[in-house]
C-alpha cells in the first residue's frame, strides 16, 4: 500500500515506476518518461524557466551517498526516484538563477557534509537531506521529514514551500516567503 507524502507523486505509482525500472536489469538509468512528477513542473512552469533532466541512475545515487557518509532513508531514495537530476533554469530581472537536484552538484556543494547537514538537523530540530542546489551562491536545497523544501545558506535557513514541485514553482515565480530564520 502506497502513501502519498505532501508534494510527491503517489507512492503506489512510484513502486509501479519502480518495478518497471527494476524488470531492467542492469540498466537502472530512470528518464523524465517514468517520472510523471517531474512532467508536472514542466507543464505548471512559464515558457520562460528551462527545464532539463538527466538519466538517473538510482542505486548509484544511493550508493554516491552512502560514500559521502549520508543515510540514505526511504524518503531521500524517494525523491531521487522522482525527482533526481533535474536542472531549473530561470530569468528574474537581470539574473539567472538555477536550481539542480544533481546528485554530483549537491555532494559537492559548500554545504554538503554529513556534519554540516547534522548540525542543521540539530538547528532545525527536525531531520532533512541534502538534495540539491540554489542559485550562485550554492544554496543548500533541503528535505525535511514533512515534505518542506527548505533553503539553507551563509545567511540562514528560507521555508521555499510544501512540496518540491510546489517550491520550484515558488522559486521560479518568485512567489514564496523570502525572510530568513
Avoid at 106 to 133: D, N
Avoid at 135 to 142: G, I, P, Q, S
Wanted: glycine residues 8%; negative net charge.
Amino acid at each position: 500500500m502506497g502513501v502519498t507524502l505532501p508534494g510527491y507523486m503517489d507512492l503506489d505509482a512510484y513502486d509501479r515506476a519502480d518495478t518497471r525500472l527494476r524488470g531492467r536489469g542492469t540498466d537502472r538509468m530512470n528518464d523524465s518518461s517514468d517520472r510523471r512528477a517531474i512532467q508536472e513542473i514542466r507543464i505548471a512552469l512559464p515558457e520562460t524557466a528551462d527545464l532539463q533532466v538527466q538519466p538517473l541512475d538510482l542505486d548509484d545515487a544511493c550508493r554516491r551517498y552512502t560514500e559521502d557518509g549520508y543515510e540514505v532513508t526511504a524518503q531521500l531514495r524517494q525523491f531521487l526516484a522522482v525527482y533526481g537530476e533535474l536542472t531549473v533554469a530561470w530569468t528574474s530581472g537581470e539574473w539567472t538563477h538555477e536550481l539542480t537536484t544533481s546528485v554530483e552538484r549537491a555532494l559537492e556543494s559548500t554545504h554538503a557534509t554529513p556534519r554540516t547537514l547534522a548540525v542543521l538537523t540539530k538547528r532545525l530540530g527536525f531531520p532533512v537531506s541534502l538534495v540539491g542546489t540554489a542559485f550562485d551562491t550554492e544554496e543548500a536545497v533541503l528535505l525535511a521529514e514533512n515534505g518542506d523544501i527548505l533553503l539553507y545558506g551563509d545567511a540562514g535557513f528560507q521555508r521555499v514551500a510544501s512540496g518540491f514541485g510546489s517550491a520550484v514553482r515558488a522559486l521560479v515565480t518568485g512567489d514564496w516567503d523570502k525572510s530568513y530564520f
